[in-house]
């Protein structure tokens, strides 16, 4: 099995991460192990790696390639649950954790996955290939909580439209299959709006999205991030649309306030300092990269110091 991946804002990601020939780094979402490897060719002997990710696909291509290397730890986990992790691995600091959000190129190009409208394949959408279906989700969610998640995860104005045309079909058979649901969406979606890009773009980001729960307990996650760095270590984000990179962004701003007492107060009594300080304005892909990457449009990657 071949694991492609590219990564994105690949160098600026690794120089952020200031990483230190002995320390001890995490790369949340291991794929196929680009960012590991350019973390790891900066270690020394004395250094350690610890890899996570829920995809079995990215996990069997992950301990093939780290297999002869004892600094490693390749992890088959959510890194939503790194604090526990680190805590049963006896690892007590980390000096530079890096975390790569959404979806995978692998994932996207791997028909079978049914992450893409561009395939037609059993709908989906699964990153650790277990639990509930994106088919799931469109047969059997009422159509209240189908419109929420069009809503709050895709930003899909045509939400109601799209939810009735779906209510309407599954009553005379289920969907199964990424082009079923494609060309539902496409018949909901008026003529005018179709010229904005393929009309279940949102849709297909939306159910994704819920699929994995990848923003329902990202903040709690990146807040556990943040707390198992050793002072002075780097935690880098890349982030993939804006409701991903508004919670990165909050969260990681939540780290650098400090005095929280009111302006009329002659002196702090209140003893908060910020705890991190932000290490330079989100980066956006160059130009070149654009080019080589179509996909690296939308990516931003911040990051955070601990002080």
Known sequence: M?????????????????????????????????????????????????????????????????????????????????????????????????????????????????????????LDMRMSKTGTSARDLVNELSAAELKRILYDYGEEKFAPRIVSAIIREREKAPIETTFQLADIIKSAYPAAARRDGHPARKAFQALRIETNME??????????????????????????????????????????GGCTCPPEFPVCVCGKKPQGKICFKPKTASAKELEENPRSRSAKLRAIEKL
């Open 215 to 256: 923003l329902r307990h990202l903040d709690q996650a990146i807040k556990d991030m943040f707390a198992s760095l050793n002072t002075g270590g780097r935690l880098a984000i890349i982030s993939f649309h804006s409701l991903e990179d508004r919670i990165v962004k909050n969260s990681l701003s939540s780290f650098t």
């Open 2 to 122: 071949e694991f492609n991946h590219k990564s994105v804002l690949f160098d600026e990601t690794i120089d952020a991460l200031n990483i230190k020939p002995d320390g001890v780094v995490v790369d949340c979402t291991g794929g196929g192990g680009g960012h590991s490897a350019a973390a790891l060719a900066k270690l020394g002997d004395n250094g350690r790696l610890v890899v996570f990710d829920r995809d079995p696909d990215a996990i069997s291509v992950l301990r093939a390639r780290f297999a002869s290397d004892s600094r490693v730890t390749v992890v088959h986990e959510n890194f939503f649950n790194i604090s526990s992790v680190l805590v049963a691995l006896g690892i007590n600091g980390v000096d530079s954790i890096m975390a790569d959000l959404g979806v995978s190129s692998y994932q996207l190009d791997e028909a079978e996955r049914g992450f893409s409208f561009h395939h037609d394949a059993p």
